[in-house]
């Protein structure tokens, strides 16, 4: 069965722009009237005739083009008609109370308008609806308000912290509040366009009335994916221009659980998620729960005190790594071997407050490290030229703000490695002269880069090309057109002088080999520079830099290189 014509969706599309119109009208006609009910404001209703006059056609343009657009479909078919013909009938209203007006009926016209009124919050509350979902006013209220109205409990939304990350049903607490917050407005149970629902899993594997739109396993296949990824300004672009927009996170999530197997009430636990993946999911759903139950940190004030006692009992350094913060950094490489494995367990009450500990060339061993899992918060740490083996890299596993790791001179090796695998916001590295393979130390590096953001930057690098591509034709094009209009050909001559061959290989303000990229048009010549800093330079004053250049005047007035 074909669709309507596209003319009809063309006048049809207009009813979302034209909506408020009326709806503006009928309210500020209402507050007219209401106001003028006291004599201090009763000239207001000079204007009701003025007002009606914009409202009435206002109203019946706007429900037309409501009427043309329900043709097309993809509605939920109740919310649809209740909408359809609550605005009909505000439009009729509307008329009869412009007809009473005019007939000088004041008493019948303003109870018309009183119902038209009543009518319009009604139509309003379901176009609201069909546009929004029909919990959009409560999605986000308070869980009382949302059980006095009777509305479901919200499964956890993007940043709701209710579920703990290993626990977290994959769909349910990671993929669906992806959906909801994206999707679910067009393709819902008020609004199903193309018959996808995607408010819920059954929904979603269903697919469309065109088919699947996620192949398990396979991303290159699954269209929901494509559509997402399409560049914003493509026709077949999801969600449409305009309608909120998935986060690179976002996208990220929905390609790691379509290549998982497009699991429903699997635990994020159980996927065993990348780090990248898995730093996500924390940021969203907290971090896991041996992280929820760490202790947290003092107030400076508290530690500080306590802090220089330890200081002072061990012979090492300690102090806050901020004024107004209560993070401290401990260095202890100057005790030497001196500072042990049971030295190191004497800092246990520092052990919240650490954010930065040193023990380079200390004795500490394996059995040291395991201490450290009691210092949750530690983003650097340095175990250069200490006893640290691939055992004892394990107890770090617990240290998920750890960004910084240096083990320059010590026994590890690449199975120490994939204990750090584990670790997702460490960013820096250190393994010189240890047995760690350069393969394995590459792969981990290349593990750690976010390969989805490298592709979407490659992305937008190609259609940036692409978009200079074409308008590098279009002056090609240009160039060969000869019946243009004067200012046409002005044009096109300041896009070939831009595009000629810079008259220079030096700088004419530095004296450094040029970037063709740096570039002015000057006197119908274009000058290059090695930099942006020398080519404001030349824009501020070019005379300053013409001898440079070796151009003279010519009696013409122009200017020309001179021969070699």
């Not at 820096?428 to 981990?444: C, N, P, R």
């Not at 978009?467 to 243009?484: C, E, H, P």
């Not at 020398?534 to 013409?556: M, Y």
Request: hydrophobic letters at 45%; charged letters at 15%.
């Amino acid at each position: 069965m074909s669709g309507p014509p596209d003319i009809v969706l063309f006048f049809g599309r207009l009813h979302p722009l034209l909506v408020h119109l009326p709806i503006g009208f009928i309210i500020l006609l209402a507050l007219v009237e209401l106001a003028a009910c006291f004599p201090r404001f009763a000239k207001l209703r000079d204007s009701s005739g003025f007002i009606l006059t914009l409202a009435a056609p206002a109203a019946i343009v706007t429900a037309t083009c409501g009427w043309l657009l329900s043709l097309a479909g993809g509605y939920q078919d109740h919310l649809l008609a209740w909408h359809k013909w609550m605005g009909i009938a505000t439009a009729g209203a509307c008329t009869l109370a412009a007809l009473l007006y005019l007939l000088k009926w004041k008493r019948l016209y303003r109870v018309c308008l009183a119902i038209t009124a009543a009518v319009l919050v009604v139509a309003s509350h379901f176009g609201g609806s069909l546009t929004h979902g029909s919990d959009y006013l409560v999605r986000y209220a308070p869980a009382p308000l949302r059980a006095w109205l009777g509305v479901a409990p919200d499964l956890a939304p993007s940043g709701n912290k209710s579920f703990s990350l290993a626990d977290a049903p994959v769909f349910a607490g990671v993929i669906q509040p992806i959906l909801q917050q994206n999707c679910v407005v067009c393709h819902g149970p008020e609004k199903a366009k193309a018959g996808l629902r995607l408010d819920s899993l059954p929904g979603l594997l269903k697919g469309s009335e065109n088919g699947a739109v996620v192949v398990a396993g396979k991303t290159a296949d699954s269209v929901l994916l494509k559509r997402v990824l399409l560049p914003p300004d493509s026709d077949d672009h999801m969600p449409p221009d305009g309608k909120p927009q998935p986060s690179t996170d976002d996208l990220a999530l929905l390609q790691w659980w379509v290549t998982a197997g497009t699991p429903g009430n699997t635990r994020v636990g159980d996927l065993k998620p990348p780090a990248d993946i898995e730093h996500i999911l924390e940021a969203r759903l907290g971090p896991p729960k041996a992280a929820m139950n760490a202790a947290p940190p003092k107030s400076l004030a508290e530690v500080l005190p306590l802090a220089n006692q330890v200081a002072d009992d061990l012979n090492i350094l300690i102090s806050p790594i901020a004024q107004n913060e209560p993070w401290l950094q401990a260095n202890a490489r100057s005790a030497g071997t001196n500072f042990t494995d049971a030295t190191l367990a004497k800092l246990a009450p520092l052990a919240a407050n650490l954010r930065w500990l040193d023990l380079a060339g200390t004795g500490v061993t394996d059995t040291g490290l395991t201490t450290l899992a009691a210092m949750p918060h530690l983003t650097r740490l340095h175990l250069e030229r200490t006893a640290a083996t691939d055992a004892g890299l394990t107890s770090l596993a617990g240290l998920r703000e750890l960004e910084y790791l240096n083990l320059y001179a010590t026994a590890v090796s690449d199975a120490g490695l994939r204990a750090l695998k584990v670790l997702p916001k460490l960013r820096q590295l250190y393994l010189w002269q240890t047995k760690v393979t350069v393969d394995a130390a590459k792969a981990f590096a290349d593990a750690r880069v976010d390969q989805r953001q490298l592709q979407a930057w490659r992305d937008e690098i190609e259609q940036l090309r692409a978009k200079i591509k074409g308008g590098q034709m279009l002056v090609d094009l240009g160039t060969a057109t000869t019946n243009s209009t004067p200012a046409t050909n002005t044009a096109t001559a300041a896009a070939s002088v831009a595009a000629a061959k810079p008259a220079n290989t030096v700088c004419p303000v530095s004296g450094q080999p040029v970037d063709p990229a740096q570039t002015v048009v000057y006197e119908g010549r274009v000058v290059a520079f090695c930099c942006g800093d020398c080519k404001a330079k030349f824009q501020q004053n070019p005379k300053a830099f013409l001898a440079k250049l070796n151009l003279v005047a010519t009696p013409a007035g122009t200017n020309q290189a001179k021969s070699p």
